[in-house]
């Protein structure tokens, strides 16, 4: 599913979120440092994507996740998982509302697994920069022309549509890029950075 557009997402920046989200994410949380821990297993020694993955859930996930109220959560991508078409690495979530499916009658029914809000991704050794310069510099395409790059930011945009979930985001070994997935109907800006 080839990116359409790429716009900057203005409004995701530290002071609009942290009045939003501010007194959750400053709740001290009662965990021990990882760091040393870390450090003396190897962690700290990123040669590859799931020591990035390691790394992330051990130091970011776990304790974000528990800063978190009660009924949300940050974790691994299984937790929300829904079609064997796609599996992301990470997802967050509301442990009390479910997935749902139509049963053989046409009745809503509720599954065991939470739906996603969330959906997430880990690359190693990956270049957002050059990807989303490689979008917007091949409006009419850009398929032919290292399509390998993009293919990150596609995952995500076929996690959140496969998922109907609007965020997602990708990880990397050099930061954190967050996306907002625009459907068509709703407008053609699918996703925004």
């Known amino acids: 599913m080839p990116i ?4 900057p997402w203005t409004e995701f920046n530290y002071q609009n979120l942290m009045p ?12 021990d440092n ?3 821990q870390c ?22 996930m776990i304790p974000v996740s ?7 959560f940050f ?9 064997d078409e796609c599996f992301p690495d990470w997802s967050s979530g509301n442990q009390y509302r479910k997935q749902e499916y139509k049963d053989s009658e046409g009745d809503t ?26 979008v917007r510099s091949h409006r009419h395409g850009y398929e032919h ?21 609007r965020y997602g985001f990708l990880i990397t070994d050099k930061g954190l890029l967050v996306l907002e997935a625009f459907q068509e109907t709703e407008t053609q800006r699918s996703p925004r950075p």
Request: aromatic fraction near 10%.
């Open 75 to 83: 974790s691994s991508g299984g937790i929300t998982w829904e079609t």
């Open 145 to 165: 022309n290292r399509p390998d790059i993009v293919r990150p930011l596609e995952q995500i945009q076929f996690y959140c549509a496969t998922y109907t979930c």
């Open 109 to 134: 029914k509720a599954k065991a697994r939470p739906k996603a809000i969330v959906l997430g991704d880990t690359k190693y050794q990956w270049s957002h920069e050059e990807a989303i310069g490689m």
């Open 34 to 36: 990882p760091t040393p």
């Open 20 to 31: 939003l989200f501010g007194p959750d994410l400053s709740r001290q949380v009662d965990l």
């Open 4 to 7: 359409e557009n790429l716009e």
């Open 39 to 60: 450090e003396a297993s190897m962690f700290s020694q990123l040669y590859d994507e799931q020591t990035l993955g390691h790394l992330f859930a051990s130091s970011i």
């Open 66 to 72: 528990c800063a978190l109220p009660e009924e949300l």
